[in-house]
């Protein structure tokens, strides 16, 4: 499942002087073995703080956990900061009454708090994930890191869906709520700017996945106070950096980026291709890495939520949150080399 990487492609790191003193401490706690090591295993965001405090991108900070983070806007108080890597819920955590597949996606929670991570998206079209993400979440004491980010997907009684979700959830409130594919999006938007200034919800966002509905989404970003977006961002599917991606960064609105794997397929494409070393530059250690990296490498996107049903890919997934970021030069190179496979 993970691709290997040799001790000769160890990252090069330019510091400065100053930092030298701090190289040398990680290299007497952890020597290039141990840390490929763990790397390859999707270690602890904790055990690799150092490292991703010293290599986060100016456009991006590291939070306690050692992930990187990016802002959102201020709506309660202050503003705070989100993981880069979230957690998506659409089919993997659609499990039923199956008693087996419910303790697993409790695993796959349990594995997502323990590396630091905060949002888990999902939606009442997504069959029973509600009520499982409900239920991991009781079963490990409702961490206090939670940012539940859901969403109204009906065209009757919105009211009645937000609050069945949020008592599946087992939450006071959720933090995000979103207008699912612009369902209705006049009447249901209205409703959770209401919530919002009521204090029901701490922020209001729109999404859309696949490439549709672009144009509509472009100019409600432009007309509506709405803190959040989300549609569909991978290396294959692009159409986002044209008009949507800046407008965001323009107007100060926090992107979630969905299927970032298009569904799985394009990780599973990835896999069947040799990893190229130079990727350890980003401190890549697996196919999944660097797909994320790719997304959450572009300065206008505040989290991606990729979605698994095992913890072995979760602590895949959350490595793309540690180490270096690619610039905009390095991710054309990501594409480029894509495109070539």
Same mark, same amino acid.
């Given at each position: 499942?993970?691709?290997?990487?040799?001790?000769?492609?160890?990252?090069?790191?330019?510091?400065?002087?100053?930092?030298?003193?701090?190289?040398?401490?990680?290299?007497?706690?952890?020597?290039?073995?141990?840390?490929?090591?763990?790397?390859?295993?999707?270690?602890?965001?904790?055990?690799?703080?150092?490292?991703?405090?010293?290599?986060?991108?100016?456009? $991006?900070?590291?939070?306690?956990?050692?992930?990187?983070?990016?802002?959102?806007?201020?709506?309660?108080?202050?503003?705070?900061?989100?993981?880069?890597?979230? /957690?998506?819920?659409?089919?993997?955590?659609?499990?039923?009454?199956?008693?087996?597949?419910?303790?697993?996606?409790?695993?796959?929670?349990?594995?997502?708090?323990?590396?630091?991570?905060?949002?888990?998206?999902?939606?009442?079209?997504?069959?029973?994930?509600?009520?499982?993400?409900?239920?991991?979440?009781?079963?490990?004491?409702?961490?206090?890191?939670?940012?539940?980010?859901?969403?109204?997907?009906?065209?009757?009684?919105?009211?009645?869906?937000?609050?069945?979700?949020?008592?599946?959830?087992?939450?006071?409130?959720?933090?995000?709520?979103?207008?699912?594919? /612009?369902?209705?999006?006049?009447?249901?938007?209205?409703?959770?700017?209401?919530?919002?200034? $009521?204090?029901?919800?701490?922020?209001?966002?729109?999404?859309?996945?696949?490439?549709?509905?672009?144009?509509?989404?472009?100019? /409600?970003?432009?007309?509506?106070?709405?803190?959040?977006?989300?549609?569909?961002?991978?290396?294959?599917?692009?159409?986002?950096?044209?008009?949507? +991606?800046?407008?965001?960064?323009?107007?100060?609105?926090?992107?979630?980026?969905?299927?970032?794997?298009?569904?799985?397929?394009?990780?599973?494409?990835?896999?069947?291709?040799?990893?190229?070393?130079?990727?350890?530059?980003?401190?890549?250690?697996?196919?999944?890495?660097?797909?994320?990296?790719?997304?959450?490498?572009?300065?206008?996107?505040?989290?991606?939520?990729?979605?698994?049903?095992?913890?072995?890919? +979760?602590?895949?997934?959350?490595?793309?949150?540690?180490?270096?970021?690619?610039?905009?030069?390095?991710?054309?190179?990501?594409? $480029?080399?894509?495109?070539? /496979?």
């Amino acid at each position: 499942m993970l691709a290997k990487c040799s001790v000769q492609s160890w990252p090069r790191m330019k510091m400065s002087a100053r930092r030298l003193s701090i190289r040398s401490v990680l290299r007497a706690l952890v020597d290039r073995r141990e840390w490929l090591r763990r790397l390859g295993h999707g270690i602890t965001a904790a055990s690799l703080a150092p490292f991703a405090t010293l290599h986060a991108t100016s456009e $991006a900070s590291a939070a306690p956990s050692g992930l990187i983070t990016r802002r959102v806007p201020p709506r309660d108080s202050a503003a705070e900061a989100l993981p880069v890597i979230g /957690l998506g819920s659409w089919i993997t955590f659609n499990v039923g009454d199956d008693a087996d597949g419910r303790a697993n996606c409790t695993e796959v929670i349990r594995a997502f708090f323990a590396a630091g991570g905060r949002l888990i998206d999902s939606s009442p079209m997504y069959g029973s994930s509600q009520a499982v993400i409900g239920e991991a979440i009781a079963r490990l004491g409702r961490p206090g890191a939670l940012f539940a980010a859901d969403k109204v997907w009906t065209s009757g009684d919105a009211s009645t869906q937000i609050e069945r979700s949020r008592a599946q959830w087992g939450v006071a409130r959720f933090d995000l709520l979103q207008v699912h594919n /612009l369902l209705d999006w006049e009447r249901k938007l209205s409703l959770l700017l209401e919530m919002r200034a $009521a204090g029901r919800v701490r922020f209001v966002g729109i999404t859309t996945s696949e490439g549709r509905r672009h144009d509509q989404m472009e100019q /409600l970003m432009g007309a509506h106070p709405i803190d959040f977006v989300q549609f569909s961002y991978n290396i294959r599917d692009r159409e986002a950096e044209q008009r949507l +991606l800046p407008l965001a960064a323009e107007r100060g609105i926090a992107v979630i980026a969905n299927r970032p794997f298009q569904q799985g397929a394009l990780i599973d494409w990835a896999q069947r291709q040799p990893l190229p070393p130079w990727v350890a530059e980003v401190d890549c250690a697996n196919w999944a890495q660097f797909l994320l990296k790719f997304v959450v490498g572009h300065p206008a996107v505040t989290c991606a939520i990729p979605a698994t049903s095992q913890p072995v890919h +979760l602590r895949e997934n959350m490595g793309a949150a540690l180490g270096r970021l690619p610039d905009a030069a390095f991710r054309r190179r990501m594409v $480029a080399h894509v495109e070539s /496979l």
